[in-house]
């Protein structure tokens, strides 16, 4: 097949039957935007029941249609049935794309759909363009260890497969169209044939001072933190701004902060009010996972990075910056 033969572009729906995850409907309002250009549908995929109150949702993202698939073999996410589903529609339906949300489930079967299918999978793009020269999609992500921004097609190969980090893309609904053509497929995988069984189930243990995607006041601290004692006037001044504290990956692999308070392309994409930054050199895979309304950033280096990036710089030492703000704010209480 040419690749003016494979039409349409597809978003996996991910959920737990009562609730969709939102990188779903993130990616959905998003790609709504991509097939306005390229003259696409856009289809949601939803394998097994979901609640219809979030079958609304997804419907408000401006979806063209949603393909159900139901069968055995989904009680469960599991890498073969799942992989299966998405390579017989595929072959079926030939889609143009296929994106899918990066989540631990999705980053397991779209590579593998994408074997399945002799196509690619490129993963974490923080952009997606179209090219109406080549007809194909532009996926744009850092690279070499943030230092450049990659841009990768598919020049030969469809579908087009991607995995997009949670929060990478904006939830913002466009309204349900009237007509949303629904498509329903049995497929059937049998249950001897999956590799792995489900033994139990153990509920996420939520920590929300570890949950920083959606907080409107971050403070980042960044390898300019050299003792993890210099740590308790940065969550001071966290706390008395009503936000959380973040980190960049190297205070992570010198084990002072947790990987999910991990700032930017591989680690957490935020979007806050305010964001401040400490002793941040400003790689590009760090800022790139953010999206502030205000940006200040705190370096001893006036030619840091992260002064390109920012809205408001402060050269100076972090911790007296820190202290500085803190007695300021305590004063005006």
């Known amino acids: 097949m040419e690749k003016r033969d494979y039409k349409n572009m597809w978003v996996y729906i991910e959920h737990d039957g009562k609730k969709a995850e939102p990188v779903g409907l993130e990616l959905c309002c998003e790609i709504r935007k991509v097939c306005d ?13 979901l609640a ?11 979806v063209d249609g949603i393909i ?19 390579t017989v529609l595929s072959k079926k339906y030939n889609p143009s794309a296929i994106f899918v949300g990066a989540t631990v489930n999705g980053r397991d079967f779209a590579p593998r759909t994408a074997v399945q299918l002799d196509t690619g999978c490129t993963s974490d793009a923080m952009q997606i363009e ?3 020269k080549t007809g194909d999609l532009e996926f744009i992500e850092p690279a070499v260890g943030g230092k450049i921004m990659a841009v990768i097609t598919f020049p030969k190969l469809r579908p087009q ?40 189930f153990a509920e996420y243990e939520f920590d929300p001072e570890l949950e920083i995607a959606d907080c409107d006041v971050i403070i980042g601290v960044g390898n300019g933190l050299s003792d993890e004692e210099q740590l308790p006037r940065y969550r001071e001044l966290a706390k008395l701004l009503g936000g959380k504290i973040g980190c960049t990956r190297p205070l992570f692999d ?7 308070l991990q700032i930017g392309q591989s680690g957490v994409i935020i979007k806050p009010k305010l964001y401040i930054s400490f002793g ?16 200040i950033a705190v370096n001893n280096d006036p030619e840091a990075q992260i002064f390109n990036y920012c809205d408001y710089g402060i050269v100076g030492d972090m911790d007296e910056v820190c202290d500085r703000m803190i007695a300021e704010i305590k004063a005006k209480q």
């Open 161 to 200: 497969i991607g995995t997009h980090r949670p929060g990478t893309f904006k939830y913002a609904p466009v309204g349900a169209k009237e007509n949303i053509e629904i498509i329903k497929e049995q497929i059937d995988f049998p249950v001897e044939n999956i590799r792995c069984r489900h033994l139990s």
């Open 68 to 86: 159900y698939v139901s069968g055995t073999g989904y009680e469960y996410y599991n890498t073969d049935a799942y992989s299966n589903a998405f």
């Open 52 to 62: 219809e109150s979030e079958q609304t949702l997804v419907k408000n993202c401006g």
């Open 254 to 260: 010198r084990d002072i902060l947790p990987y999910k």
């Open 280 to 295: 941040i050199s400003g790689a590009v895979n760090h800022v790139a996972g953010i999206t502030a309304d205000t940006f």
């Open 37 to 49: 250009i390229t003259g696409d549908k856009l289809y949601a995929v939803i394998i097994g029941d």
């Open 130 to 132: 179209y090219d109406p």
